[in-house]
């Protein structure tokens, strides 16, 4: 059974960067071929997919988010990590960490962490 764990900061001042780790227990995040991803959720909004790191390594980024989003992971910890960089209010939102199997389809996520942007 894979299981995700987010961990970070629960508030975050404006225009600092936000940095969050998922810690994955069961299964090797560098395991073919699955992508680690981070989606948010807003309040009163709907999910919104940020970014991931695939099994190889490779990052892949929101369009929207890109500018200010870096996704990264240490293998030997089998941890990945999100940065989002100069956070406004808006990015107030509780964050996931997911795995994806393809497809946009995720089967394992973690528990969700609440971020609050506010000075």
């Known amino acids: 059974q894979v299981q995700l764990q987010e961990s970070g900061p629960g508030l975050v001042k404006p225009s600092q960067t936000l940095s969050l780790t998922c810690t994955v227990s069961?299964?090797?995040?560098?395991?073919?071929?699955?992508?680690w991803s981070w989606i948010r959720q807003p309040p009163g909004k709907g999910l919104e997919w940020m970014g991931a790191?695939?099994?190889?390594?490779?990052?892949y980024y929101s369009p929207s988010l890109k500018s200010r989003t870096s996704i990264s992971r240490d293998t030997s910890k089998n941890q990945f990590t999100l940065q989002l960089s100069s956070v406004t209010p808006e990015d107030t939102a509780v964050y996931y960490c997911?795995?994806?199997?393809?497809?946009?389809?995720?089967?394992?996520w973690g528990q969700g962490t609440q971020v609050t942007v506010s000075s």
């Open positions: 997911a795995r994806e199997k393809g497809e946009m389809t995720y089967d394992y």
């Open positions: 069961g299964g090797s995040i560098t395991t073919n071929y699955y992508y």
């Open positions: 790191i695939g099994y190889s390594g490779n990052t």
